[in-house]
């Protein structure tokens, strides 16, 4: 069902009768019916009175591609080539990345309202309801392949905190190599991913997925502490159109640039977010078990672990940090 329907009738919270929705859209109370239960479907809650109608509580916001364009810095706006907000999607990555196998390139951004197959790092599900979070992905292009790379996780974590903190909230913390933390719990990650030539010229897929007003019944398939970000101001979430905008006006320059610069004017500012500074760690890696004390990251983006036998530069990949027991 198309969001150019019922949803944004809905959007604003307010009761509508079930005749003044059939009569705008031109169809049967029973059509109406049916996609008021497409609307359960999709994770969005219906709120029926009698007499009153149907609402959404809390309304929601449809992403909109002129209210976002309208967030954006000037020089930003040069370096967008193409945005594109889709309903659903398995996954924004795999849709950019299935765009760059057809052409697109550098400057394209894809957001949902909603992933059917939204994934996170180590194969793990990304759970994304409709039309509550952030899934976001853009494409930059870099001629010196992967090695050019080392860092970027690390360095697309601040520029999502910065984006944040431009919005007024709280400021959040980062957990090597691409997690996004409040008070412990994730409120956000990064997921890297290329396609093209690993020792030239590449395209990178820079996702970032966020909480901002996750509904209890999908957080269910979380598996660890997690939160969001109207919990993290205080009740009121920002919009999801200005959260777009603030990311990408932070991401696309860092994008642009990043190829010339490196990780290394990134570092000292991760280093002032990092969640487990000197803290006893374990690294997990299949069956292999690290231990050792966190003592933040290289110019490369390589996590200093200092173990008995000094400190060891980890490089990231399939492995997962986690405090010591």
């Known amino acids: 069902m198309p969001k150019t329907t019922l949803i944004p009738m809905l959007a604003d919270g307010e009761f509508h009768s079930g005749q003044d929705l059939a009569a705008a859209l031109g169809v049967s109370r029973t059509a ?57 999607v398995d996954s924004t990555n795999a849709e950019a990345l299935r765009r760059v196998a057809a052409g697109s390139g550098a400057g394209l951004v894809c957001s949902a309202e909603q992933q059917t197959a939204g994934r996170g790092r180590r194969g793990r599900a ?63 990650g990064v997921l890297l991913e290329m396609a093209g030539d690993a020792s030239g010229r590449c395209q990178v897929v820079i996702g970032v997925g966020i909480n901002v007003a996750m509904p209890p019944a999908a957080a269910q398939a979380i598996d660890q502490a997690w939160t969001d970000l109207a919990t993290v101001a205080g009740g009121q979430a ?33 280093m002032a977010l990092d969640a487990f500074a000197d803290a006893s760690v374990v690294l997990h890696s299949g069956e292999q078990r690290q231990a050792g004390v966190a003592r933040g990251v290289d110019e490369r983006g390589a996590l200093q672990l200092e173990t008995t036998l000094g400190l060891r530069p980890i490089y990231g990949g399939e492995i997962s940090l986690r405090a010591a027991p």
């Open 32 to 88: 109406v019916w049916k996609q008021l239960n497409r609307l359960e479907e999709l994770g969005l809650a219906v709120e029926s009175v009698k007499g009153r109608g149907y609402r959404i509580p809390g309304g929601v916001e449809l992403l909109d591609e002129l209210t976002v364009r309208a967030g954006l810095d000037s020089p930003v706006l040069g370096l967008l080539r193409e945005l594109q907000l889709l309903e659903t």
């Open 126 to 188: 990304w759970v994304s309801p409709y039309a509550r979070n952030i899934y976001l992905s853009l494409v930059w292009e870099y001629n010196e392949g992967a090695a050019a790379l080392e860092g970027l996780s690390l360095a697309v974590g601040v520029a999502v905190t910065r984006a944040l903190a431009h919005l007024g909230l709280p400021p959040l913390q980062l957990k090597w190599p691409n997690d996004l933390l409040f008070a412990g719990a994730k409120v956000g």
């Open 238 to 270: 920002p919009g999801r159109n200005a959260v777009v905008a603030s990311l990408l006006n932070e991401l696309l320059p860092l994008a642009a640039s990043f190829a010339r610069t490196g990780f290394a004017p990134w570092r000292d500012s991760w």
